[in-house]
């Protein structure tokens, strides 16, 4: 049989207590639940990638926290992951800065981890205690060098934009803490309010309209200074250090999904488990989800990224809807005049200004 390299996401529903604003499918839980979602984590991949032939090029953990797992069951996910993956393969996983998180990331290190990803959000200690973090701005500075100190040469670093009571000079003093480290990636994500949640039942105050696009826009202008680029509308890089495993996700390639709540799109199918760690323990069937890839699809998930769709999917998508090309020409010319969109080598990329309106230009342009 011949082997098919893929994406592999292994999400870990552990967490040690949940923020005010979090929607993951995680939770606190004793350390024989997380062995047997372990054992189950690693039964499933090499059952799947055996059957299916598969090997992974790109891999992330995260969740939920994985970290929380401890040395010995990350030590066991990471050898069965590592049974699959390419030498040259990109292997993130996430952590909860701490201070105390040193030997746990030469773990990840030693076990092929490569990118660290580090959930900072805000570098204001009450904004922090706000979202119901249980880190500080002190523990981020020391997560970061513990990870440089053990060799990772590749941190990610997130963001969160909108946060109730950020002001602008807030936002400043966060973005020149997290670029005074000098990660080689930011996630800059805008507070979304989940019903579920803390935040749902009792719902802070938001930015308004005028207040969101300021800060967005304000956002992308800061990371270009330091040298991150923009390449997708909440994401931002050094050159060459643009997560591999989330582009497969906005380019519609194959990536397998293991753990509850993990998604997966696997030969033009798209399946996803349960939120529901008892039903995955007990070896359910994932639930199915449709084709995917469609022309339509792929256009929307592609003018996510600044490299933007090329014009002949948008096209061929749009025709799909019946909207001639006539049309889409035209609304290219005036997204091109409104400054929302560009048009260069036979590809339409939207523009940050593009970004804050994506939902309706791309509307816009697949259905006229
Ligand atoms: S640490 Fe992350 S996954 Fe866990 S509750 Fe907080 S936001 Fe959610």
Redesign the pocket.
């Known amino acids: 049989m011949s082997v098919r390299s893929v994406g592999l996401y292994v999400h870990i529903p552990f967490?040690n207590?949940?923020?005010n604003?979090?929607d993951?499918y995680?939770f606190a839980a004793s350390d024989e639940l997380k062995t047997a979602c372990v054992d189950r984590e690693c039964a499933e991949i090499i059952q799947t990638a055996e059957s299916g032939g598969l090997c992974f090029d790109t891999v992330y953990i995260g969740?939920?926290?994985p970290t929380v797992l401890g040395a010995g069951e990350l030590e066991r996910l990471l050898h069965t992951v590592g049974r699959f993956t390419l030498p040259d393969a990109e292997v993130t996983c996430?952590a909860?800065p701490s201070s105390a998180i040193e030997d746990t990331l030469r773990i990840l290190r030693q076990g092929g981890v490569n990118r660290i990803s580090f959930?900072l959000q805000s570098a204001s200690d009450a904004e922090l205690k706000m979202l119901?973090?249980?880190h500080s701005r002190d523990d981020f500075e020391q997560a970061v060098s513990a990870a440089r100190r053990v060799g990772f040469d590749n941190i990610s670093a997130d963001v969160m934009l909108g946060i109730p009571g950020q002001t602008l000079s807030s936002l400043a003093d966060t973005l020149d803490f997290v670029t005074s480290v000098q990660p080689e990636h930011i996630s800059a994500y805008m507070l979304k309010i989940e019903k579920d949640t803390p935040f749902g039942k009792n719902p802070p105050q938001l930015p308004d309209e005028d207040e969101t696009s300021e800060i967005y826009l304000y956002t992308c202008e800061r990371l270009a200074q330091a040298g991150l680029l923009q390449y997708e509308i909440s994401n931002f890089a050094r050159h060459g250090y643009e997560s591999r495993h989330n582009l497969r996700y906005w380019r519609c390639e194959e990536y397998l999904g293991v753990g509850p709540a993990a998604h997966s799109f696997l030969g033009g199918k798209r399946f996803y488990r349960e939120r529901d760690l008892g039903g995955y323990l007990s070896g359910g069937p994932a639930v199915e989800d449709g084709e995917g890839g469609s022309l339509q699809e792929r256009a929307m998930l592609l003018l996510r990224l600044t490299e933007g769709a090329p014009l002949e999917l948008i096209l061929a998508a749009a025709g799909e809807n019946g909207v001639g090309e006539d049309a889409v020409i035209k609304t290219v010319r005036l997204l091109n005049r409104q400054g929302l969109a560009t048009d260069e080598g036979g590809r339409v990329s939207l523009t940050p200004q593009g970004f804050l309106v994506s939902n309706a230009v791309t509307a816009r342009l697949l259905f006229g």
């Open positions: 967490c207590s949940k923020c604003y979090c993951f995680s969740g939920g926290t996430e909860n959930g119901g973090r249980r």
